[in-house]
């Protein structure tokens, strides 16, 4: 028996009772049990006796409410003693509606981005559109970050509080990504070195690839040193914020010069982080682990 057929059998996903995805879809494209849905989110208490859901629904007729309540239970719904509560997959229908994934494609202009391009030391700027921001340089057009960020995420934020929040995400979901596990649906990801380097302007990026769903995302190499507990010590112990600081404003995370290909076969990357006098030199492999790592003065490095 082959691999792919054993890993098939052996899914956690297989059984006779679930719902095929277009089933799934069908279910909630009701416009009726999405207001169902978004009444018991919007409860103050739940479960929600029968009644009292149908009243927050406004729907009067109890046999029609009835029967699409009965559809939402089971995959989306469950009935309890007490009343009618959420499964975890009426949580998630809900929370893309309120992250604006469905329903929502708002396009900000570019504004002014904290920092200076690695390139040409022109200032930097962000816009939003297809649901991704792009930081990029506003005189030679270099791409410093570029990644989705939820349109819900631009509710109630200014233009500071919103590239703060673009910041913590990218960081957060790459971290969750590197360590094996799709931020989106939680499988398995795999992680690798590319020469593909589309939209950065870099010879090598990281990329993340999720097995089950595809999710994929690109990254600089250094920006897995902002987790990197060797580099987090050297920056810190010398006044550095390291959280605090957008990734994009760190030359090493963003930048080429920082960084040496010393082998492809397998990978092997040098990464120099230069504090005033000193410099951190970081050696990753493949995996994307720290196998090497020394502190000398600025004019010593190799």
Known sequence: MSDSVSAREDSVLDCDDCLSPA???AIV????RLTILEALWESPDRP????????RVGVDDSAR???HLGKL???FVQKTDDGYDFRHAGEKVVRAVLAGTFNEDPVLPAFPAPGACVSCDGQ???DYGDEKFTIACADCGR???HEEFPPGGLQNRSTDALLSAFDQRVRHLHCLAADGVCPECGGT???????DTDPFELDVVVNHRCVQCAYEAVSPVGLVLLDESTVLGFLSSRGDDVCGTPFWRFPWVVGDDALTIVDDDPWRIRIRIEHESEVLVVELDETLSCVDSRVEPLGEVA
């Open 23 to 25: 089933e799934a879809f």
């Open 29 to 32: 494209a009701d416009e009726t």
């Open 48 to 55: 929600v006796p029968f009644s009292e859901l149908r009243r």
């Open 65 to 67: 409410f009835n029967y």
């Open 73 to 75: 239970r089971g995959q």
């Open 124 to 126: 930097l700027q962000a």
């Open 143 to 145: 791409v410093h970050a």
């Open 189 to 195: 990801t795999s992680t690798e070195l590319t020469r």
